[in-house]
T-cell receptor, first 119, second 112 residues
Framework: AQTVTQSQPEMSVQEAETVTLSCTYD???????LFWYKQPPSRQMILVIR??????QNATENRFSVNFQKAAKSFSLKISDSQLGDTAMYFC????????????????FGQGTILTVHP | NAGVTQTPKFRILKIGQSMTLQCTQD?????MYWYRQDPGMGLKLIYY???????DKGEVPNGYNVSRSTTEDFPLRLELAAPSQTSVYFC???????????FGPGTRLTVT
């Protein structure tokens, strides 16, 4: 079974600065997907960024980028130019695609990191 | 497009009562999922469905039931509610290909 660990329960950053959230995972699979989801106080789960394990290039989406280290099973999220609207709980998640059985495209989530952006 | 909708948004149940959480999607996605999120924790999979008429258990199915008679709807039934079922419940859908799951706004359930 896959596990996802986020070792930082809480982080804070000043507006306009850069912050990195950590995530490690454990799997014996070679092909999989990794995601970062954002959950603001509204509770809505919002996809931030996605990484395919077979791609060596790190994914980027505007101010959000990842550092994907497959051998180390590490998947950190970097937020540049932090904004007040980035304040949220951030979840790292793992997916083994279309493998059948109870892991059929399901997401395995980490415990989350609460990020607070201060003005 | 409404995406994924869930009703109700909030509910308080007494121990032993039953209720159905509704989930409807207009994205024509085959895959649908029910997760629960306990306070300060990540989401855990309760049940999932790969298409109309096909459902299966996730990590934490005890105390719940589901059905999938149409592509659009995936209701979650709680029988004999217990305090341990106090949680926020999320419904999600996924299409083929990019593997992103799209989440509904959640239902906050309190069992007292």
């Amino acid at each position: 079974a896959q596990t996802v660990t986020q070792s930082q329960p809480e982080m804070s950053v000043q507006e306009a600065e850069t912050v990195t959230l950590s995530c490690t995972y454990d799997t014996s699979e070679n092909n999989y997907y990794l995601f970062w989801y954002k959950q603001p106080p509204s509770r809505q789960m919002i996809l931030v960024i996605r990484q395919e394990a077979y791609k060596q290039q790190n994914a980027t989406e505007n101010r959000f980028s990842v550092n994907f280290q497959k051998a180390a099973k590490s998947f950190s999220l970097k937020i540049s130019d932090s904004q007040l609207g980035d304040t949220a709980m951030y979840f790292c998640a793992f997916m083994k695609p279309n493998a059948g059985g109870t892991s059929y495209g399901k997401l395995t989530f980490g415990q989350g990191t609460i990020l607070t952006v201060h003005p | 497009n409404a995406g994924v909708t869930q009703t109700p948004k909030f509910r308080i149940l007494k121990i032993g009562q039953s209720m159905t959480l509704q989930c409807t999607q207009d994205m024509n996605h085959n895959y649908m999922y029910w997760y629960r999120q306990d306070p300060g924790m990540g989401l855990k999979l309760i049940y999932y469905s790969v298409g109309a008429g096909i459902t299966d258990k996730g990590e934490v199915p005890n105390g719940y039931n589901v059905s999938r008679s149409t592509t659009e709807d995936f209701p979650l039934r709680l029988e004999l509610a217990a305090p341990s079922q106090t949680s926020v419940y999320f419904c999600a859908t996924r299409g083929y290909g990019p593997y992103e799951q799209y989440f509904g706004p959640g239902t906050r359930l309190t069992v007292t």
